[in-house]
């Protein structure tokens, strides 16, 4: 694997964009559900994940072979991986179309205020045709704001302006300014022998079976869709299971940051399971060096913090635009511009508002966590200190980042 003495090392920070040349180890498919394929490329300088709606993921396995030296265009996840945007092998590239219609976002944006215009010079009448009509304008408003700001944003993110470039280096003929991939350690084996060892079961041993289905639990509003993995290891069966992927497909691939939870045929891995319950509750897969835990039962888990922490602040941000809102109508109503007290009024009333929804959210948080941790006093659950102990240990001895991947 050639590369300068003088080239940066791979970026460290989460999302960081790179390009690298390494050699190819394995490429394995994962079926999660009809229309989504994912898949693994295992590589003497790190694992990159990416699924088969980006490219022609047959014609790359045709060419591809173990040992081929590839040039790889991709983003740092949160754990260490990467998410691959385009890959090169002897002068054919493998990358996802350019955008068309790239006109139609800024277009969009000019012109969504066109409805808001409408919506203004309808007749002020009490009508609910007029109601409706005015809601419709502004619905449509928002989400035509909404949609061409995405795109737009998408257009200027700096990692994919980055990898475009790079790109078009590459196809002109130019090298793109390579990163030195970082040197792992390979994944060390357990020295537990398989079996019970106090409140922890361990086992060992080449995954087979995999297979992944989408199951749907509760009815109407109330069910919810999770992904459950069915899997052999040993000569035993383990169920595992993790929230749906179908807000993952929404979004464009540059913005993920965490990796799928992937399990092919043949992986190396070590089941960590709780003797509580029964569940699998580690799983380090000495193929790709990747660790995941479940918390599932356990009183705090970093999911529900990544879960109430942005509905406490879309929360705030509601509030605050609803007394924006409010106040900008009386000023339109009285059709005089505001002047300096009515700037100090707006002021006022917004520290006051925003003071109480903090306190309220405050006070109802408080009361939360009390019930949360008096339910799981008095119940058994799993412990998870070992576990994470030895997943945390597992993943240093590689030399790779102390990052687990959670198993919501």
């Not at 022998?193 to 109407?220: F, K, N």
């Not at 100090?344 to 109480?356: A, K, N, S």
């Not at 903090?358 to 009390?370: C, V």
């Amino acid at each position: 694997m050639a590369t300068s003495e003088a080239a940066p090392p791979v970026p460290e920070r989460i999302g960081a964009v790179f390009v690298v040349r390494v050699a190819c180890r394995d490429l394995k498919r994962l079926a999660i559900a009809d229309d989504m394929t994912v898949y693994r490329l295992c590589t003497d300088g790190g694992v990159f994940f990416f699924d088969d709606r980006q490219f022609d993921v047959d014609a790359l396995q045709r060419r591809l072979r173990r040992g081929d030296t590839v040039t790889i265009g991709a983003h740092r996840l949160r754990d260490g991986s990467a998410w691959l945007h385009w890959i090169s092998r002897d002068r054919r590239i493998w990358a996802a179309e350019p955008a068309r219609r790239r006109w139609l976002a800024p277009c969009v944006l000019a012109l969504c205020w066109v409805p808001i215009a409408i919506a203004l010079m309808l007749p002020g009448a009490v009508n609910i045709g007029w109601v409706l009509l005015r809601i419709v304008l502004f619905v449509t408003a928002g989400g035509a704001l909404a949609w061409s700001s995405y795109r737009l944003m998408l257009e200027w993110h700096p990692g994919r302006r980055r990898l475009r470039a790079a790109l078009d280096a590459l196809r002109n003929g130019r090298q793109p300014v390579l990163s030195t991939p970082p040197a792992y350690s390979s994944a060390p084996d357990l020295a537990l022998p398989d079996g019970v060892h106090g409140d922890m079961g361990l086992l060992q041993g080449p995954l087979s079976g995999v297979l992944v289905a989408l199951r749907t639990y509760g009815t109407g509003r109330y069910s919810y869709s999770v992904y459950e993995y069915q899997l052999r290891c040993s000569g035993e069966t383990f169920a595992l299971s993790t929230t749906a992927w179908d807000w993952r497909r929404a979004i464009d691939p540059v913005l993920l940051r965490r990796p799928p939870l992937f399990l092919a045929e043949g992986d190396r891995v070590t089941l960590l399971t709780s003797m509580a319950d029964g569940e699998v509750r580690g799983l380090l897969n000495h193929t790709d060096g990747i660790a995941h835990v479940s918390y599932k039962g356990t009183p705090h888990t970093p999911t529900a913090r990544r879960i109430v922490l942005p509905i406490v602040a879309l929360m705030l941000a509601f509030m605050f635009v609803v007394m924006l809102s409010f106040e900008l109508y009386s000023w339109y109503e009285r059709g005089v511009g505001p002047d300096y007290w009515d700037w100090r009024e707006l002021l006022g009333l917004g520290g006051t508002i925003m003071l109480m929804m903090m306190l309220l959210l405050s006070g109802f948080g408080l009361i939360g966590e009390r019930i949360h941790h008096h339910y799981y006093r008095y119940r058994e659950r799993p412990s998870m200190d070992r576990i994470l102990g030895i997943a945390f240990q597992w993943r240093l001895r590689q030399r790779r980042s102390a990052t687990l991947n959670e198993m919501a």
